[in-house]
């Protein structure tokens, strides 16, 4: 069983400081040119501790989903840069892992939706449903925000116009990265915020045209706090500081998740998908009261496994209690590799296993537990939900199921 690993660069000094003051004994006092291994009383770098559980554990992590999934997040374009050969590859592999379906959210508009249309469904057109998005820079200059597209009068209506014709192409949705809150700017330099009234023709296209927004609005809490000796995402941070959003420059994590809400509330006939657990898996008390408060309002998984997975109590109560509202993502494509702990967080009471399969957690600094969700919730999370919110996913779910037989 693969133990996590410790964070990078950083040094402690391991317990034979305590044990030499409780023995009454002079602490050890080595070399200051000695090895950072921990061995024979040398100081451990956090980069060196490598722990080996000792636990023996009856774990029986499954090798494919127990049911046909729908991955709702995936990146083709992002994540595998419209490769043909990536594309077989993670064909091959949805066949093994009984993924049915994959969403999808690179869609663009226009010449771009097209080009992104002929790259999954000329040779897979009942794998994919595509999701399109939208361009606020257009023909501007990315560093100069007062040319930009979105700033233009009259661009929500006319990214509604380019949202109708994506229908007519056959897109299934709209997706919004969190650069909408985060990184795109108004004129003045200010971040342009969420619930901007600009962008209502927006919203309201989706709800009259049946186009799901899949959203994301915010990073881990912890993204939000100093990368200090306090941080349970230091290692992360540290390896990765351009995540951070510490510090005035940036909105408040509240702000924007509340931001999120009130177009929720302003526009109850769209349906709005919030991605990685609506940002917010660490506070799973917090998203069932919005769950309860807007029914327009889903959530997606989408690369919150090892947050949901070190909570396993509450989590299970989670699923159960909103079992119709949450659709199964993976933010892929991913490796085999990552996707195994999926099926094993949702299927089984596994305990203590790792979240991923690299040298180092790619997320927080924890193993995770089973949640042994029944049949019936693990029908609705991996598919069902997809079937009855997202149009085009049952007619290819159907066509999938009448091909010839599966792995």
Known sequence: MQMMHAPRAATIVLPLLLAAAVHGAEPPRPATDAPLDGREGHPLALENFRPRSMLRLDNHPPQRARFPAVDVHFHPRLKMHSSPQGLDEYVRLMDEQNIALSVSLDGGTGESLAEHRKFLWTKYPD????????????????????????????FGRRAAELLADAKAQGASGLKFHKTFGLAWKNPDGSLIKIDDPRWDPIWEACGRLDLPVLIHTADPAAFWEPIDEQNERWEELKRHPEWSFHGPQWPPRLELLEALLRIVARHPQTKFIGAHVASNAEDLRTVGRWLDAYPNLYVDLAARIAELGRQPYTARDFFLKYSDRILFGTDGPRTRGRLLPHWELLETRDEFFAYGDEPFPVQGFWNIYGLDLPDEVLRQVYLENALRLIPGVRERYERWQAAPAKP
């Open 127 to 154: 794998r994919f449903v595509i999701f399109s998005t939208l361009d606020f820079i257009g023909a501007g200059k990315n560093s100069e925000p007062e040319t930009w597209d979105c700033h233009r009068p009259e």
